[in-house]
């Protein structure tokens, strides 16, 4: 059975950090390409960060890069998302993605509210 399992989410003050973790299982981790996601209230899903799974090259969207590291543990079938500096605006659902040519999985997803 395929899982994606979304965790590390919560509330933090402007200007702290949090990590996500995606425990993936059911499947051939290595071979997949992971990125996180997030979805605010009244927003479409975005792309926030990828890695690929051959070089573990990196891209991020423009409003987390510098803040936000992408990188994944293919013995652990783990990738996370180190978040600092994290603002108002990255609150949302975050959730993790595992992509190779045409299976397509998703996590339930973690709520990550930033808030004073």
């Known amino acids: 059975q395929v899982q994606l399992v979304e965790s590390g989410g919560g509330l933090v003050q402007p200007g702290g950090s949090l990590r996500l973790s995606c425990a993936a299982s059911g499947f051939t981790f290595n071979n997949y390409a992971v990125s996180w996601h997030r979805q605010a209230p009244g927003k479409e899903r975005e792309l926030v960060a990828a890695?690929?799974?051959?070089?573990?090259?990196?891209n991020y969207a423009d409003s987390v890069k510098g803040r936000f590291t992408i990188s994944r543990d293919n013995a652990k079938k783990t990738v996370y998302l180190q978040m600092n500096s994290l603002k108002p605006e990255d609150t949302a659902v975050y959730y993790c993605?595992?992509?190779?040519?045409?299976?397509?999985?998703w996590g339930q997803g973690t709520q990550v509210t930033v808030s004073s």
């Open positions: 993605n595992a992509r190779l040519m045409w299976s397509d999985y």
């Open positions: 890695i690929t799974s051959a070089d573990g090259s990196t």
